[in-house]
């Protein structure tokens, strides 16, 4: 029992609290989070003491619920996994109602389902004193639910899913004998009277009002399920029950209905034996006979529910029961085939052995099943079938056809008589001879393809089974019943979600909200309907909460007639027949077939924070909205009364109603215009022009208002891809003006406008109009730009400052000169020299902040005669980032391949295979390789592939057999290939439906392939990521691509970072060392050449939403999730002056951290994204150890990594006079990080991941490194005593509390170990800035060189790289402590054992002297050592003993002298093998340079040769120990 003294251990998951003296657990953040809930028993169980917990408290966001066992694995040492079915190492736990082993099921159907129980409900687990473990209900024992448990273990309980809170309290077990039953556990109250059977009528004669019958309908279904006809018995037969004579053996409690695993020659078994399939069920329709494990009871009922269907064949499922053990059964290849012992339903009669006993046994055929597809089949008719079935002593019901998700039962009687039910109606008796021992057969035939075991006591098939029976009852009737009554329920004003949801969705915040929790496991059955009928012009419009990156496919949305009371939820709503009309993608469905297919914003496009809805109009129309756009007429003649429904499919996970005040201000109705100018606007009136928007436009543009209004739709997602162009070429004097009618304040930059020479029937429409590289002139924010190139800076107007209701014209004179007209003023000449015989079209790009635009009356004829403006033209350069290398093509291909372009183009010469080609180099991590598609050759089928592949190209000419014809036979290396909308790792089917199908991309469609630094591929399409396609990619990877079928020539897009000369290249920090000499005669860089940190600097009050601005704006915290933490500084940086913010809080949950950069564009109007990485506008960003430009990286290996700086450090950016940007760390020059940088310019800091809070560096807070700071504490140290980083870190050192250390998790790895060392603290410096980790994270984030010079004469010696230094006291009574500063500097590596001896001693020699020794010691001054007073030594006359030295690492901690040690982490409890070595002065002339002892076949470090890599030395007094190192692997 769990007496007053049981108690929850102290570990537990890092989400659980404890509370009442560690009785009580809670699980924290459960509406965020399901698992992390483990905890366990203090002590061992006791043998037949049952420990319990009481449920506290629950929510409803989540499935499952708690689970408990036991487990072998001591808490004191356990690494809690998520959840209790991941214990491995001996641990069982009772999941629901199944019994895991280390995380496999050994039992399905046991006991009580955990996932039902409430609030208040006791569960307790129990170990017997025979080694059997038993489930405890409400202090009812389940019986035995393992065998074999070990004698020590410990109680297991997960807080998972729903359960939240338990408390531990005591448990009496009611019965003690080891041989109770455990079937009473499992009786269901039978307190309340139930009706024995189904109403006769739904009828309003009945006299029931709507209350009254909806409770009718509920107590039907719930004495359906209570009936021990329509209930699953788990306890064995009762006395006298059971077959007469031992038929069968007798069967345990747990013994579940299961499928047999011997079955049909084309039956594939799985979800443990629970679900039957027929294989190539479009080539074969038979042998697909399935049979029970175990023959039926008495009053069993064995149900299968209908999962999969196809239409092509005639018949289907056959069901029935026979006497053939499947154990000896030569199964036949169909039921029917069998002469004896077998009875079976087909169609709607019953055949016994064969042959037709009952030709109408019921009025359900089982052959008139209805498929749910996305079509019918062309050659099979699907009329609409309506069948009445009638109950035994019922009145009839009005049932549609079967189809899939419908329930096909039978159960033989304890007097033989045998029945059967369809969707729980029991048709009646079908044969009263059945025999006793029959087994459970279903015949997959024809249409049938998949079916599953349903059990009536499992929480998912009640609420299927539910859904299924109330379908057979007539909706329909009952609907009409409550219309005739006139009574029922008001409408409620609000619009809700309906309860009645799909099996994987949930209704959360009263009704607003629906989710699918599991949004990563499971992509459809997330089907929400509104709680009413919406009214006419009623919109109901829904926000995307958040989507999962792993499904294709997304949000649909529509209405439907269907009443969601009543409706069997389908996993997708397109799978309904009837009363549906649904927007999916891009195109609008009805009853499941297409009836638009290129309609309005395509859905699967949207992103969190989008919106989309629906209305039905008075007149009958449906019209569909994303993001407040009206998408126009999707259907007409759409019924009233009709219900909205969302089916939260694929990437969409959670969704919230809009109520009317959410809405977004929906324009008016697209055919009547849209009049938001004012009266007095030219645009208001009539254009007398014939000038209009011509009808072919950009992807994202729509023209409406008779081609006079032209919008961006889904303008809060997308802000490009919406150009529009004059329907006409313009007239010499000619005006083409516009109006700016709709703005958001989403984007940066906004409305672009110019003329072109491209006919719009020959433009291939771009992202962007400044994506054409001829015959176009674009006006861009200020900038004139002729082909994509900027022409001049600073034009007399502004685009981007414009605002709703400006009005934007455009002209070309008869000379040849381009004008801009800003609300009719003439803005001057933009540029001059357009060809005059050749026809300009007027083009306007609806980019980013600009929506929606209309051509106003003042468009037509102007007179020529125009001043010229007096505006000043100015001509600027063109500024570029660092300049990139487009990517190549390996001249190893297919044999049809050839190249041009210097290997940029590639084009399939002959035939419609061979066409193999691969990139010239590796793909580097998180590196693009993108082409476009530029020729089609339509008589072929089939389209190009592309991946990556480990094989070398430059093998391909030397292999036996060369290149295959198609790229899914490259099987000879690892090869990941994305063909259509598959993926194939060496032609083996991986994934299916991944992202958009590349058989559907055309001409002047991009693909590109990208090798993340997760190994993962992603492909993406036309810059859209499709999301990871495969994982586990090889390191070194090239990409492949297969000129396929349709596509016969594409040409590459993208580029890599070009290799910089040496003149070029940015500075770094200077290898060369130097002596002290040098030092004192030229001052330290940092010293006098760094910058001055600004003063009176702020972070600007816009910026991302989940910042919180503080310290007078100095301070920045990100205070919600890892992104969306975007600030920007509001004052411009100037040139030549440094600005720096320091790194205040680091939270280690998330992975990454901050980056910075720079933006060349105003700030103050900037709708920040998530990420900083996502601005593709004058954007330059250091992140990583990379720098990218307009998220396109152009530099890598740049400095440290930043994912690495550790709290305190301080970063700072410098805009040179050169106009290059450069990063400082801790006030150290990392050098030129990139070029061309535009004034003004802003700096930006992402607060991502770990970095939670930066402040400005101000001059009333100097920034690190600002001055030189006294290390030792003693005032007549020089720069030289420092060594290694200290002494190079004169300027740039962190301060105590800022120390890289603090966050360095190799640091504190190698801190452990030397605690297990168990050496007195007062042999190490207690100042932690003496310890230094030389891991490469830390080196680099310091700037610290391999090698540097130390002592009289300077002599070389290497930093200890992958070593962590620990450093010693010294004793400053020591005389010779004070000369180490001129001593040589070297390394020696020792055993564990050794290290305290040698501590003690205070040197490597025999001698004694400790160095924390008072005892004054005789100095040399001619050979600068000392020597200890007589008789002090015990060894006093002994031979010296040689030691050896090296000036690195590399030689001196070599296994032969630095013997390796195991040890065990106590944080982790992994292991580890150690090594240790001492950093030592060494007085110069006391040692002998020589070649090393210890074998070593090369040199170990090239700085040193062998000859002179080990030093030896007998003198003792020579050695002076100043650091103990440790490595870790």
Known sequence: MS???????????????????????????????????LVLSREPLRPGRVFAVRIDRKVNSWSGSIEIGVTALDPDHLDFPSSATGLKGGSWVISGCSVLRDGRSILEEYGQDLDQLGEGDRVGIQRTANGELHLWVNGQDCGVAATGIP???????????????????????????????????????????????????????????????????????????????????????????????????????????????????????????????????????????????????????FEIRIDKLVDKWSGSIEIGVTTHNPNSLEYPATMTNLRSGTIMMSGCGILTNGKGTRREYCEFSLDELQVRGPQPHPQVASPPVATLCRARGSQPFLASCLREGDHIGL????????????????????????????????????????????????????????????????????????????VGEPDPERLLFHANCGQKAAIINEGRTALRPHATDDFNHGVVLSNRALRNNEVFQVRIDKMVDKWAGSIEIGVTTHNPTYLQLPSTMTNLRSGTWMMTGNGVM???????????????????????????????????????????????????????????????????????????????????GNNQVSPSSPSSVASVSDLRFHQLHGSNAVITNGGRTALRQNCRSEFNDAIVVSNRALRDGELFEIVIQKMVDRWSG???????????????????????DYDTWMLSGTAIMQDGNTMRNNYGCDLDSLTTGSRIGMMRTAKGDLHYFINGVDQGVACSGLPSGKEVYAVVDLYGQCVQVSITSATGPMDNSLSTSNITEKSFPIHSPVPGVAHRFHNSCGKNVAFQDDGCRAVRLAGYCHGIIFSMKELKTDEVFEVKIEELDEKWSGSFCLGLTTLLPSEVPYAATGLPASLLELQSKATWVVTGSEVRRNGLLQKQNYGCSLERLGVGNRVGVKHCVDDTMHILVDGEDMGPAATGVAKNVYVVLDLYGRVTAVSIVSSTVLEESDGTKPPSVTSETCSEEEEEEEPAPCEHEAPVPLAAMEFLENHGKNILLSNSNLTATRVASYNQGIVVIAQPLPPGQLFQVQINFLNPQWTSSLSLGVIGTSPERLNFPATACSLKRSAWLLQRDSVFHNSLKICENYGPNLDTCPEGTVLGLLLDLSSCLHLYVNGMDQGVAAQDIPTPCYMLVDLYGQCEQVTIVTNDTPALGGESTDLHSQGDMEKADMVDGIKESVCWTPPVDMNTMKTCEYHALCARFKDLLLLPDDYFAEDPKFSLCYCESCHKLRGDEAYYKRGEPPRDYALPFGWCRFNLRVNPQLEVASTCKKWHMAYHGT???????????????????????????????????????????????AEPQCILLSPTLRYAGLEAFATKVQFRDPKSQRQHGAQVAFQVCVRPGSYKPGPPSAGAPEPPDPRFSMAEIEWVTKEKGATVLYGLLVRVE
């Open 590 to 672: 009805h009853n499941g077939t297409t009836i638009l297919d290129e309609y309005g914003h395509n859905l699967d496009r949207l992103k969190a924070g989008d919106t989309v809805g629906v209305v039905r109009k008075e007149d009958g129309t449906l019209h569909f909205f994303v993001n407040g756009v009206a998408q126009g007429p999707a259907a007409w003649n759409v019924p009233p009364n009709v219900y909205a429904v969302v089916d939260l499919y694929g990437q969409a996970a959670q969704a919230t109603i809009l109520d009317d005040t959410d809405l977004l201000p929906l324009p008016d109705d697209l055919s009547e």
């Open 3 to 37: 007496g007053p003294g049981a108690e929850l251990h102290p570990r537990t998951g890092k989400l659980v609290t404890l509370a009442q003296g560690g009785r009580s657990a809670a699980r924290s953040q459960p509406g965020q989070e399901f698992n992390h809930g």
């Open 750 to 772: 906004s409305i672009e406008a110019g003329v072109t020479a491209i006919r719009p029937e020959d433009l291939e429409f771009p992202n962007t109009m400044t994506d054409i």
């Open 151 to 301: 004698p020590r273990v410990w109680a297991v309980v997960d807080l998972y899913g729903k359960c939240t809170q338990v408390t531990v309290v005591p448990c009496e077990p009611e019965e003690t004998e080891e041989g109770a039953a455990g079937d009473e556990a499992l009786a269901l109250p039978r307190n309340q009277s139930r009706p024995d059977k189904f109403p006769n009528s739904l009828e309003s004669e009945n006299g029931l009002s709507s209350m009254e019958l909806s409770e009718v309908v509920s107590n039907a279904i719930l004495s359906a399920y209570n009936d021990s006809l329509l209930s699953v018995s788990l306890g064995s037969p009762p006395s006298g029950e059971g077959p007469p004579g031992g038929g069968s053996a007798p069967l345990t409690s747990n013994d579940a209905l299961l499928f047999h695993e011997k079955c049909g020659t084309l039956i594939k078994l799985s979800n443990n034996n629970k679900t039957a399939e027929r294989r190539r069920p479009l080539d074969e329709f038979n042998n697909g006979v399935v049979m029970t494990n175990r023959p039926l009871r008495d009053n069993e009922m």
């Open 411 to 486: 159960t033989r009687k304890s007097n033989n008589a045998l029945h059967f039910y369809i969707n729980g109606i029991d048709q009646g008796v079908a044969t009263t001879l059945t025999p006793q021992v029959v087994y459970g057969v279903v015949d997959l035939y024809g249409m049938a393809v998949k079916v599953t075991i349903v059990h009536n006591h499992n929480h998912s098939d009640r609420l299927r089974r539910n859904n299924a029976i109330m379908r057979a009852l007539s909706p329909d009737v009952g609907r009409r019943a409550l219309e005739a009554s006139g």
């Open 1391 to 1437: 055993s564990v054992g050794a290290v305290r001896r040698m501590l003690d001693q205070g040197e490597l020699g025999a001698g004694s002297a400790s160095i924390l020794s008072c005892r004054p010691a005789k100095v040399d001054p001619q050979g600068g050592g000392y020597h200890e007073a007589e008789n002090s030594s015990p060894g006093h006359g």
